[in-house]
């Protein structure tokens, strides 16, 4: 009898596990995303030569930024989807997980407050319904028909995205005694982006003039 109930606390271990491992490669990519996301936009005006191909990219990133944000964020009172909201609840609750802990439970009890009282997620649903999501009518001019304070500063971005991330960390670290260290992998990205650059600052002649070759067989 007590083997089969190890067995099961077990099973509802890994189980949950195997969801913080889904939330943690959400918040990985959201953030590996934001650095070449705000590289390219800094980048941006100095590669006139490739507008077309920022534009497109920097869209695309920026529309992936915010949906993943707003799957992370998500405060679902159903508790079906896998949010920071619905692991530190279950941290929280579940006492195979906080093992009854009180500085578990009190770190859980505490970020969640944090999380109920900041106003930067409401701005971040009101972005995801209106313009991400869905196209509202009432904002016919896209991004721009938002007034400042309706939806997340640009500052606000990387800080929402750490947040999230110190979070997991900490879940690994206080529920499985795991200790995860990424900083390396995230340098990697930009030394990758940065490699990039280079490469198109040694050649751009020859890039444009495949890409107008390409065009002139179009003509």
Partial sequence: MEETKTKIQKCEIDKFKKRVDLLYREIFFAKSQ??????????F???????????????????????KLAK?????SSNDSITVFYMLNCVQCNKLLNKKNSEIIKYAKS???????MKALDN???????????????YDL??????????????EIPILLDYAHNIIIKIYKLVFGEQIEDSKK???????????????????????QLLEQKNCGKN
């Fill in 142 to 155: 896209g991004i721009k028909s938002f007034k400042a304070d309706e939806i997340p500063a640009y500052n």
């Fill in 72 to 76: 992370i964020y998500d405060n679902d």
């Fill in 186 to 208: 995230f340098e990697m990205v930009e030394l990758q982006y940065s490699s990039i650059i280079q490469m198109q600052n040694s050649y751009p002649d020859i890039v444009v």
């Fill in 124 to 138: 971040l649903k009101t972005l995801r319904d209106k313009n991400v999501a869905h196209l509202d009518k009432s």
């Fill in 111 to 117: 970020e969640l407050e944090k999380l109920e009282n």
């Fill in 34 to 43: 934001y650095l070449l996301f705000d590289r390219m936009c800094m980048d």
């Fill in 45 to 67: 005006s100095k590669m006139p030569k490739y507008k077309e191909y920022y534009c497109s990219v920097i869209d695309g990133l920026q529309y992936s930024l915010f949906m």
